[in-house]
Nanobody, 125 residues
Framework: QVQPVESGGGSVQAGGSLRLSCAASAVTFNTYTMGWFRRAPGKEREFVAAIDWSGGTTYYADSVKGRFTISRDNVKNTVYLQMNKLNPEDTALYFC??????????????????WGQGTQVTVSS
């Protein structure tokens, strides 16, 4: 498995930015679609963003579109989530997920078979 490990979380003020990283250990990283999900206290886990295995297609939740950018570096075996204009509603535990060759239902958490432990993002106002 790709064995993703998230990092880059922290505490920021509203309007600030963070960049999350998801490092993978698979030599076949370029065959994995990667997704970001988040879970806030008292809420269901929700889709945030995804990038397909080719890097040619990205997906965003409406709530983050225009503020967040997902990208991948296949040399470093890392996927990033650049988060700008953060607000308290973005406070959550952010998870990186992976599934090889995934092209369908990339916004659905059950489509992924490998998950990281999560990194906490806290936005204060």
């Amino acid at each position: 498995q790709v064995q993703p490990v998230e990092s880059g979380g922290g505490s920021v003020q509203a309007g600030g930015s963070l960049r999350l990283s998801c490092a993978a250990s698979a030599v076949t990283f370029n065959t994995y679609t990667m997704g970001w999900f988040r879970r806030a206290p008292g809420k269901e886990r929700e889709f945030v963003a995804a990038i397909d295995w080719s890097g040619g297609t990205t997906y965003y939740a409406d709530s983050v579109k225009g503020r967040f950018t997902i990208s991948r570096d296949n040399v470093k075996n890392t996927v990033y989530l650049q988060m700008n204009k953060l607000n308290p509603e973005d406070t959550a535990l952010y998870f990186c997920a992976a599934r090889r060759w995934l092209t369908l239902e990339v916004r659905t958490s059950s489509s992924y078979d490998t998950w990281g432990q999560g990194t906490q993002v806290t936005v204060s106002s």
